[in-house]
């Protein structure tokens, strides 16, 4: 799975060959301003927002207005979309599924806030599990360590990869993390919502280290970097 990060929690994945971007912050995320990525370069098929925050969704309604990319987020930031001009949503909520083209999304229980950037009510937080032929993965949106994480490796198949936040102060720090990727059963994780702020600067070698003593592997990915996991 090709796998492009833009910096915080901003990621694209290629399923199907379709570009499914997630929680779009690019306009004023420095990390991707440092990286000189331009949000109105970004092509997408689908966006993906977690929770309404604006480090999340900064750019969604621009992306979505020029792409016409589909936007899944949950019911009050679908109907706050809709009311910014965007009108290729699709609105879901914590606990269901949907399939789109060639991938299925999996809303899961994020233990965050949501509120919108003008302050409207932006719903629940959620992560996403997404499973597909070229591969499943879990992206826990901003969330604290919490019990409902043991859920997923119960109700999805096997994940190949997740993406969680490890950036403390706002989210689950690396060790939380650590202690996330046992509930979820999976071994490889990308590191989110780390060094962007003041706030959310980590120690590099130390998160590594965290993983890698219980014999896991940390990836910490560069703005404008491109990779990719493969199906295991
Ligand atoms: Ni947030
Ligand atoms: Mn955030």
Avoid at 75 to 98: A, D, F, R, S, Y
Avoid at 224 to 230: L, V, Y
Wanted: hydrophobic share 40%; proline share 4%.
């Amino acid at each position: 799975m090709k796998i492009s990060y833009f910096g915080h929690s901003t990621f694209m994945v290629e399923i199907n060959e379709k570009k499914i971007l997630f929680d779009p912050f690019i306009s004023h995320n420095p990390l991707a301003q440092e990286a000189r990525i331009d949000a109105n370069s970004i092509n997408a098929d689908y966006i993906l927002i977690s929770h309404g925050h604006s480090d999340h969704i900064a750019d969604a309604v621009s992306i979505a207005t020029r792409t016409g990319a589909k936007v899944v987020a949950n019911w009050e930031i679908h109907e706050w979309l809709q009311k910014q001009g965007v009108q290729n949503t699709h609105p879901m909520n914590t606990g269901g599924k949907w399939t789109f083209e060639g991938f299925t999304v999996h809303c899961t229980v994020a233990q965050h806030s949501s509120g919108l950037p003008d302050g409207s009510y932006g719903g629940n937080p959620m992560g996403f599990v997404i499973t597909s032929e070229e591969g499943n993965f879990y992206y826990s949106g901003d969330t604290a360590l919490t019990w409902d994480m043991q859920l997923i490796p119960m109700l999805y198949p096997s994940l190949d990869f997740a993406l969680m936040p490890i950036g403390d102060n706002f989210t689950m720090n690396y060790d939380h993390a650590v202690i996330a990727s046992d509930f979820i059963k999976c071994n490889t994780i990308v590191g989110l919502h780390f060094d962007t702020f003041g706030f959310i600067v980590i120690d590099h070698e130390a998160a590594k280290k965290a993983f890698s003593d219980k014999g896991k592997t940390l990836f910490l990915p560069k703005a404008g970097m491109n990779f990719s996991i493969e199906k295991s």
